[in-house]
């Protein structure tokens, strides 16, 4: 689908669009092994990486879009739609946020633009921006709170 990885984060949301009964089971029959070598715990340089992930989010965004399109709740319904590619981005943010304190806003902006410059689904683009921000002003507010937790810590001992 994506390619290199999230294939089975696209898969499985596209199975859950089509279901037509859902079965909620009380116990994990999902599990994800990570290991140390995978791709997604390599080392890149960070523009590198932000490519690396923008790509499949772009590529994960217009799988994911083509494949909804084709059924009549999400057509009609685009709020539903934005809700799965609010999800799909979150889930793949997180891949992201070490590089949040390794690249000043400005410069991740020039790779972020670099990486959308095509043109192509203007809408698309712009939500991205608008979760990246958001993904990374939460991010700045849990630390400003990890930072006065450790602080009051600190005060207590």
Not at 22 to 32: D, E, K, R
Not at 90 to 98: A, I, K, R, V
Not at 132 to 142: E, F, G, P, S, W
């Amino acid at each position: 689908m994506v390619g290199i990885m999230a294939d089975d984060m696209l898969f499985t949301t596209c199975e859950i669009c089509c279901a037509k009964k859902y079965v909620l089971v009380p116990n994990a029959i999902y599990f994800y092994r990570h290991r140390n070598d995978s791709l997604v715990h390599k080392k890149f340089d960070a523009a590198k990486h932000v490519h690396l992930w923008l790509s499949m989010l772009r590529d994960g965004f217009q799988y994911l879009d083509k494949f909804l399109s084709d059924i009549e709740l999400f057509s009609q319904r685009t709020d539903l739609k934005y809700i799965l590619f609010n999800l799909l981005t979150n889930e793949m943010l997180w891949h992201l946020d070490e590089l949040y304190t390794q690249i000043p806003p400005y410069d991740l902006d020039k790779l972020l633009r670099k990486e959308f410059d095509s043109g192509d689904n203007t809408a698309l683009t712009s939500f991205i921006f608008s979760a990246m921000n958001i993904h990374r002003l939460n991010l700045m507010h849990a630390s400003q709170h990890i930072g006065a937790l450790e602080n009051e810590l600190r005060r207590v001992k």
